[in-house]
């Protein structure tokens, strides 16, 4: 199943040319740094598990995520991991120029960055491991929330005056596998989509979008998707699929794409969809102010739920699709309260809902936890199976 990272809906714009390819001679890294002293003194003792609430310092504008009974989040101040069941601060690692990147854990290091620097950090200590930049010359080079699969670390880059280059490098060495330029700008805070040995580049050409995929391990180019308009999110790739949803204000399209020929298997030009996600039975889809389920084989609607105005990408696990949408309340600021909701898959039932704070990012599903970041930083972790959560603090 696909790993996909996005806060709100952002659509960037092309400009310019791209970079040309940069190589490890040029970039700049360094050992040890600012975070290292005080993550170790920033440990708090775990207290009884279950439900819970709490809020950091800062706001956050990406998904928080979660691994062995951890959480991780990053906040405009500095990325936190703290323990799944009790909310306690395990680490904190500061940022010194805002937390910018979406963190991802792989082989006992947290990859979490500015707008313009990437650290490893260890998960277990919060100590800084190394920390890595592009050159800033002739122009600053801005990084997006990174990917890291099978020993390698995928993200997007662009330069000031240049378009997205989807790049791939070496995790253990830092030093570059190989850059696509996408030709254009958009969606350049997500962390890439890398699924079976094959990484996806979202881009643009002029109106139309484009989905390519490359291979994963030498950056060559397999093949490329024309889209109607430019795409919403990243793709996200469940049993042999490619599922992307496009729109613009007047054109839209919802596309199920063959990974291994790059052939359509379906495309729905007359469905609007903020976002799609898919498992091995079915497709689930947001249509406006509802969501949709469709046979994975027969491509026909199996259920519709009816919701509020749904805010960021879902999550999917174990047999529940979590999202978070809105309803009327004349008695909360702005004239709406915000809440989880927890359906079944099979039956498009709504297991559970709990109310949660404002914010526009998926949640984390783990250890039977959900955990959801509200933008002011307050997190709520609720039990996965009955929907209980902790009074707000």
Known sequence: MARRTRSVFRRGFAVGLALAA????????????????????SAEPPGPPGPWTRRL?????????????????????????LDGPSGAQRWKFPLQKGGHTAPAIADGTVYTGDEYTLYGVDAASGQEKWRFALPDKPYPVRIGSPSV??????????????????????????????????GSRILDDDAPTVVDGQA?????DGAHGTVTALDAASGTKKWSFYTRAWPRSQPYVAAGTVHVTSADNTIHGLYAIDAQTGRAKTE?????ADWVVADDTGIYRSVYESVE????????VKWR???????????????????????????????????LRAVDTATGKEKWRARVPYGGHAPAVSGGYVYVVGHEARIIAIDAATGQSAPAK
């Open 22 to 41: 940069l190589t490890l001679g040029t970039a700049c890294e360094k050992d040890g740094g600012d975070g290292a002293s005080s993550a170790a003194n």
């Open 57 to 81: 310092d800062g706001v956050v504008s990406t998904a928080p995520a979660a691994a062995e009974g951890v959480l991780y989040v990053t906040t405009s101040k500095a990325t936190y991991a």
């Open 149 to 182: 699969v099978g020993g390698v670390i995928y993200m997007y880059t662009a330069a000031t005056n240049g378009n997205n280059v989807l790049r791939a490098f070496d995790a253990a060495t830092r030093a570059e596998k190989w850059s696509y330029d996408t």
């Open 200 to 204: 996806y580049a979202i881009g643009a």
């Open 268 to 272: 729905d030009s007359s469905t609007e």
């Open 293 to 300: 389920a469709v046979d994975a084989a027969e491509r026909m």
């Open 305 to 339: 739920l009816d919701t509020g105005l749904l805010l960021g990408d879902p999550a999917l696990a174990d047999g529940a699709l979590y999202f978070v949408d809105n309803e009327k309340d004349a008695a909360e600021v702005g004239g709406f309260a915000y809440f």
